[in-house]
C-alpha cells in the first residue's frame, strides 16, 4: 500500500502559543534536540515507513523550513519517483491564505488529481512520536472505512486540548468530541481518555468528495477536527488506531502546542538517553 499513498504533511502552523520560539519561523521548524526540527519526527516516520512521496504544506514564516528542508532532506531518488516538495499556499481556489486544515488540503487537491493516489496520509508536522504508518495502512486496508485515524491514550488533565473519541469493540469511532472542557474518559479508566493524533488516512475518493462538500457549507471551520471527523463519524465510516508499543502499551506522542509541552517533550528525550 505504500507505493499508492500520498502524504500531506501539514506544516503551516502560526504558534502563538509557542513564541518566542515561534517569532520568527512556523512551528514545525521550531529547534529539537540540537540540530533537529520537530518536522524531523514525522518524516522520520515517514522514511521508515517507506513512504516516500511527500508535500509538506507551508504557509506563515516558511524560510527557516524550507531551509531546513532543503539542506537536511537530500536522501530522495527524484528520478525513481520518490519527492519531498513544499507547498505554500498557491491562490488556485480563490485569493486566500489556507482557512484551517482541511482547506489547506482542498486548496491543494490538484495535487491528488495530478498523482491519483489510492490512499492519501495526511500528517501534522508538529508532534514528536515514532510511529510505522504501514500498520495504519494494514488495519485500514483490513477495516473499509472512509477514514482511518490514529489515536493515543493521554491522561484526562490536558486532554480539552484536543479531539476525544469513544471507539465500539471492533474499533469504530462512536463518538467524537473536538476540545471539550469536561474530556469523556475511557470506559473503566476514569484518568486517561482516548485523543485524535492528528494522523489521518483516506481512501482519496472519500476524501475528495468529503473536502468538495465542505467547503459549501458557509458555517464549517474547514477544519477536520472540527468538521470532517464529526460528520464521518455520524456517518459510521470513521475506524480508530489505536498507537501502542510493542508491549502494547500505549506509545510515546506529544504535541508540541505550548512551551510547556515543548519542555516536557525536551526533558523525555534528555532521560531517555
Partial sequence: MTRGTLTLILAGGQGERLHPLTKDRSKPAVPFGSSYRIIDFTLSNCINSGLRQIYVLTQYKSFSLDQHLQRGWTIFSYEAGEFLYRIPPQHRVG??????????????????????????????????????????????????????????????????????????????????????????????????CLVNMGVYLFDTADLVRELCSDVRRSESHHDFGKDIIPSLVAEGQVYAHQFRDADGKPAYWRDIGTIDSYYEATMDLVSRK
Avoid at 487537491?109 to 492519501?120: A, C, G, S, T
Avoid at 477495516?143 to 490514529?150: A, D, E, I, K, R
Avoid at 474499533?171 to 467524537?176: A, E, I
Fill in 95 to 192: 485569493q486566500k491564505w489556507y482557512e484551517g486544515t482541511a482547506d489547506a488540503v482542498y486548496q491543494n487537491i490538484y495535487l491528488l488529481e495530478r498523482r491519483k493516489p489510492e490512499w492519501v496520509l495526511i500528517l501534522s508536522g508538529d508532534h514528536v512520536y515514532r510511529m510505522d504508518y504501514e500498520r495504519l495502512l494494514g488495519f485500514h486496508a483490513d477495516h473499509g472505512g472512509c477514514l482511518s485515524l490514529g489515536a493515543c491514550v493521554v491522561p484526562k488533565a490536558g486532554a480539552d486540548q484536543f479531539g476525544v473519541l469513544a471507539v465500539d469493540a471492533k474499533g469504530k469511532v462512536v463518538d467524537f468530541v473536538e476540545k471539550p472542557a469536561d474530556p469523556p474518559t475511557i470506559p473503566g479508566d476514569p484518568d486517561h
